[in-house]
C-alpha cells in the first residue's frame, strides 16, 4: 500500500471529514486513477470499519462518522467515475416505506454499500410501493433495500414486494430488509430475500448478493 | 392530636430539586418559543395560530404564556371508569396514585399453550384482557401486540374490541386514524349509554404519538382532534430514542420529549379546555451496538422518572413506561429489568405506567411477563406504602406486655395487623426445601405459567351488554365492508 492509501485508510477509521477529501483530491492531482483511490483507499477503509463494528470495537456514532468521511471523499470521485465509465460493484436502490418518517439506519447502509463500491439510489423516506416499482424500471438494481422503524409500517414492505412482482420485476432484484421492528422471521414471511440487522450485515447481505465476497 | 407534626405517607423519592426542574421547565418552553415543531396538519396549525402561536409554514413556534395556560387547563387529577360500575376497577388518577398496565404494539406473542413465540393474532386479545382484569396489581389494559391477521387498517379496532368485553379494567386504545376512532368511540358511547354519559364517566382513554424530533406528524394531530371533540381523555407520548432521536442526555431527552407533548397540548386545550391530557412516553437509550432501543436498561427508569417529575412540577399526570426487558425469555434478565423498572416507577409515582409484559425489546408481548410483573408491582406497592408511625404501630405497651423473652405470635396487636402489614407472596416461593423438593421444585416460570393458565381457564371479567355487543358486531362488519 502507498502512504496516499495508508492515510486514506487512517483518515476514513478516525472519520476525518476534512482530510479524506483533501487526501483524495491530493491524489488525483498526483495521477492516481479515481477508481483505484475508491477501491484501495476508501474502500478498504470502510471496510475495516464494518469488521471493528462486528467485532464490537466500533459503535454506530464512530461508524456514522467514518461513512460520512468516505460520503466526503466520495463526493470528489463520483463525478469522475460516471465519466470513466467505471463499474461499480452493483448498484442499490434504497429507500423507508410508506407511512414511516425514519432513515437514520437507512442513510447509514446507503452510505456504507457506497464505502463498499456500490451505486446507492436513495429514495428518501415515506416511499410508495409504486415509487419503488419505478426505481427499478428506471435505475435496473441490482438489489432494493427497504427500511421500516415502526412496528405500524412494517407491512408496507408486504404490500411493496406485492407490487413487484405484479410489475413482473420480482425476479430482476434481491429484496433486502431491515430497520428495528423487522426481524429474519418477517423478512421470510413477506418473501424478502435477506434481512439484515444492522449496516454492516445489510452491506455484507447485499456483497453476497452481487457476488462480491 | 398532634401540632406541627409532618407525616411521611409513603416512601418519598426525589430526584430533582426545585431548580433543577425550573430549569428543565425553561429549556421546554425555550424548546417552543425559539425553536419550534414541524406540525404537519393543516387545520391544526390554524387552531394553533389562532390560538397564538407563530405559524411560519410548517414550524409553528409557541410563546411561552400560550403554553402556560394550556397547562393550567389541564387537569391533575381525573378517573377513569370501569365500564361495569366497578369501583375497585375504577381508576383514579392524582398525586401520589401510581398504577400499572400493559401496552400495545408488539408484533409478536407469546403462544400462551406452546410457550412459542409467535406472530400476535386477534384471538390473543380476549386472552390479554382476561389476564388483565384478574391479576391485582393491574390496572388498565392494552392489547399487549398488534394484530396481524386482519387488514392492516382494522388492526386498532380488532383490538379494542376484543379488550372491551373481556375486562371492566379501563382501556388505554391506540387507534391508527379517524376511522377506527370513530368505531372505537362508538363501542364506548354504546356501553356508556350516551355520548353526555361517556363524557361524565370515560372508560377508556386515547393514546396518540408524534414523531421525535420536534414532528408532529398529521396522524397524530388528526387522533388529537377526534378525542379532543369528543372529550375523550388524551395520551400525547413520543417514543424518541437518546443519541438517535433526541440528545444523548437524559435532561436533553426529557427537554425535548416535552416540549413535544406540550404542542399537542396546546392544540387539545384549545379544542375543549379542561381536557384531561396525559404526557409521557417510551423514553429509552439506543444501543450503540445494535442500534436497537433498550426497553431494560436502566436510563428508560431514570429518564421516565426524570420526566414524571417534570410532568408533575408542571401540573401533568404521566404516561409512564415500565415491566419490559430486552429479554426474549422468562428468565432472570427479564426479572431483573422488569422489577427494577416497575419499583422505580412504584417509587417516582407515574400515574399510568404501561409496556408491563413487553419483552425482546418490545418485540414481543408476554402475559407471562405480565403476571410475574403483577407479583414485582405487588411488592413494590408494599415497600411504597411506606411505615406508619402511630400510637398503635409504635406498640409500646405491647413491647412492654410481651417483655424479655416472651413472644408475639398469641398477641391480639400481631393479629390485627399481620395480613395488612405483611405482602403475601402469590409466585414467589418461601417454602422450606424438601416441601419445595417433594411439590415438584417449580421455579418461578412454572410458577407463572401456572397462574396465567390458571387465570385463563377459571375467571370470569363482567359482560357487556348484549346492545354493546351488536354494536361491535356492526362496527367491525361495516369496517371490513369499508376496506373492501
Redesign the interface.
Known sequence: MSTLYEELFTAILEGNNEITPRLVQKGLDEGWVPKDILDHGLVVGMNEVGARFKA?DM???EVLMSAEAMQAGLKILRPLLVSSGAQLIGKIVLGTVKGD??D??KNLVGMMCEGAGFEVIDLGFNVEPERFVEAIKQHQPQIVGMSALL??T??AMAHTIKAIEEAGLRDKVKIMVGG??V?AE?SR?IGADGYG???PAGVDLAKRFVGAV | MRTNYRVNSGVHFHMLSEDQLEELFWGVLQTLEQTGLEVQHDQARDILKKAGAWVDGLRVRVPSYLVRRSLALAPRSFTLFARDGNPKHNLHIGPGRAHFGPGPTCPNFIDVESLERRPYVKNDVPLVAEVVDALPNIDFCEPLGAVSDVHPALGALYEFSGMFPNTSKPIAAWPHNKFDSAGIHQIAVAEAGSQAAFEQRPTYIYGCEPLSPLVSTFEALDKLIFAAERRVPLIFAPCPTAGGTAPVTPAGIIIQGAAEAWLGLTIAQAIQPGLPFIMGGVFTVMDMDSMSRAYGAPELSLIMAGLTELAHYAGLPMWQTGGCTDSKMLDGQAMIEGSLSCFFSALAGGDLTHAVGYTDSAMTGSVFQLAAMDEAIGYSRRITRGIEVNEDTLAVDVIHHVGPNGHYLREKHTRRHYKTEFWRPNLCDRRNFEEWDAMGRTTMKDRTVARVQDILASHQPSPIKPETQAVIHQVLAEAEERVR
Request: a positive charge.
Open positions: 464490537g459503535y454506530v456514532p418518517l425514519h437514520i439506519g412496528t405500524t412494517m407491512r428495528a421492528s426481524d418477517f414471511r440487522s444492522n449496516a
